[in-house]
């Protein structure tokens, strides 16, 4: 903390200078896709500024890692792969305006802090939710649900029996 407080401070100057203002933090989003027929989607965002764009201010949802930024880079350079700030842009849309884009901010004790863009963040937010779309009208026709989940996230994930890895994979629930 002692080393990444000042980077961070830094961090924060040179957004400053460049125009970036603080609108929120913390902020719970929730949104009911007409596609959704009628689900309610709902997460927390760490962090939303607005930034100055060409036609206007753009917000930019902000989630901070710690961890490698090169996995994050990888992460975000498939459409389908990265969606927690796809499924947070799609939150975050409607009250936008439609202007929403997305970063990691990688807090990584060996190489200091780090911004990692996601250049295609609304398209990946559509694609998310024609994604959950068609999930949830096949689960409304009787289709059993699909089994996802795989990696890291899954040690911690809240969601692991939704996903029911435990019943394909032949793990035991933790």
Not at 25 to 40: K, N, T, W
Not at 91 to 108: K, P
Not at 137 to 165: D, H, K, M, N, V
């Amino acid at each position: 903390f002692e080393r990444l407080a000042p980077l961070y401070i830094d961090w924060l100057h040179q957004r400053d200078r460049q125009g970036a203002q603080w609108l929120t933090g913390e902020e719970r989003l929730a949104s009911r896709p007409p596609a959704l027929g009628g689900i309610e989607l709902a997460g927390r965002v760490d962090r939303i500024d607005t930034v100055p764009r060409a036609g206007g201010a753009a917000a930019q949802l902000i989630d901070y890692k710690t961890g490698q930024v090169e996995g994050l880079r990888q992460k975000v350079k498939d459409l389908d792969e990265d969606t927690q700030l796809a499924f947070y842009a799609a939150l975050a849309a409607a009250r936008a305006g439609g202007s929403v884009e997305a970063m990691y901010l990688a807090l990584d004790g060996s190489q200091g802090i780090a911004e990692v863009l996601h250049p295609g963040v609304q398209r990946s937010a559509e694609r998310l939710l024609a994604g959950l779309a068609d999930d949830i009208e096949r689960l409304r026709a009787g289709a059993g649900l699909a089994p996802l989940g795989e990696g890291r996230a899954c040690e911690w994930c809240a969601a692991r029996g939704i996903c029911r890895r435990d019943h394909w994979s032949g793990q035991a629930p933790a």
